[in-house]
């Protein structure tokens, strides 16, 4: 016990931060989708002429997706490599958090079962809440990251429903402009996913204080008593 309540006491500092880190990667590349979307449900196709097939297609490039991502659509090439590296990263984090998810709430099955050995010792009869609280927050913390990543991989699986290619894209906003439409559902369900992390750092984080107290009073049970002392020896 003394052993869990310093490396895993620890180990929670990190993944107090890590799910709000990831969440502002997230919610760059849904910025980047969103303001696409925003344009092309505006924007009138062009029919270029160009010179280079290195040239910008103005009517499909966005310069707040540009700048957040890089993402720049040009006249003589297909799917931009930007929008490659957003679904790329996306269902990369989707396997990390599933991998994840998988492990702590396995572990938390094994923790609960042997936070049940403390109720024999009265030394502890204070402190069940706090650490029954560690594995609750633990637990669904694991279950927030686990919709996380499944909520990451649908998101990828709609994008790659698009046709990113200059050629299809301007086809598409010719017609019914359906690729707007389906980066709007994939950001709506990255954002989630990106709200859904922080969510579970807090959780993480409010285990501070509990790990805190828990840990002293491990520290007090193992201290050995005072030996009393008489006649100076």
Do not use: C
């Not at 204070?126 to 029954?132: A, D, F, I, Q």
Request: a negative charge.
């Amino acid at each position: 016990m003394a052993n869990l309540t310093r490396f895993h006491r620890e180990h929670e500092e990190f993944y107090a931060v890590a799910p709000r880190e990831q969440a502002v990667a997230i919610q760059r590349d849904v910025r980047s989708l969103l303001a696409l979307a925003d344009k092309w449900s505006g924007t009138s196709p062009a029919v270029p002429t160009p010179l280079n097939p290195y040239e910008g297609a103005e009517d499909l490039t966005s310069g707040v997706a540009l700048q957040l991502r890089g993402v720049l659509f040009m006249e003589g090439e297909g799917e931009p490599a930007e929008i490659r590296e957003i679904k790329r990263d996306l269902l990369r984090r989707s396997e990390d958090l599933h991998s994840i998810s998988d492990w702590l709430a396995t572990a938390m099955q094994g923790a609960w079962d042997a936070a049940a050995a403390l109720l024999d010792y009265t030394e502890f009869a204070s402190l069940l809440g706090e650490r029954h609280r560690i594995i609750s927050n633990d637990w669904q913390a694991a279950h927030l990251s686990a919709g996380a990543g499944r909520l990451l991989q649908r998101a990828v699986e709609i994008l790659e429903r698009v046709d990113f290619g200059p050629k299809a894209l301007r086809a598409d906003l010719n017609g019914a402009r359906v690729s707007p439409q389906l980066l709007y559902s994939a950001a709506e369900l990255a954002s989630r996913a990106a709200d859904m992390l922080s969510d579970s750092a807090g959780l993480v984080n409010d285990n501070e204080r509990h790990w805190r107290t828990f840990h002293a009073r491990v520290e007090q049970v193992l201290e050995p008593p005072e030996t009393t002392h008489r006649n100076g020896t």
